[in-house]
């Protein structure tokens, strides 16, 4: 299967930008939709922005005015996800997964309900005011 490690979290001030980035291994990663979810304090995870194995690409209410951008580099085994004018709301810890069957879309429209085929540990954005 599929392994799921993401990195570039950290802590910034409140208009700053954070680079995510989600990289893949033990098997081919193009053929996978890769999805972004937080959870922030005291909240459930929810979805934040997915992009498809054609590079299809699905972002969440609170993203798609333009601060987060989702992109993939297959040849590096890694997706992305740029986080430019950072709020406190942002706080959370971010998770990405994959999954061979999804579309971007769907992703973004079952979000947890999904079974995805792999899940990262996380990596923390902490955003201060």
């Known amino acids: 299967q599929v392994q799921l490690a993401e990195s570039g979290g950290g802590l910034v001030q409140a208009g700053g930008s954070l680079r995510l980035s989600c990289a893949a291994s033990?098997?081919?990663?193009?053929?996978?939709?890769v999805g972004w979810f937080r959870q922030a304090p005291g909240k459930e995870r929810e979805f934040v922005a997915a992009i498809g194995s054609r590079g299809g690409i699905t972002y969440s209410y609170d993203s798609v005015k333009g601060r987060f951008t989702i992109s993939r580099d297959n040849a590096k085994n890694t997706v992305y996800l740029q986080m430019n004018s950072l709020k406190p709301e942002d706080t959370a810890i971010y998770y990405c997964a994959a999954d061979r069957a999804y579309s971007p879309q769907t992703m973004g429209a079952i979000g947890l309900r999904g079974k995805y085929d792999a899940w990262g540990q996380g990596t923390q954005v902490t955003v201060s005011s």
């Open positions: 033990g098997r081919p990663f193009s053929s996978y939709a």
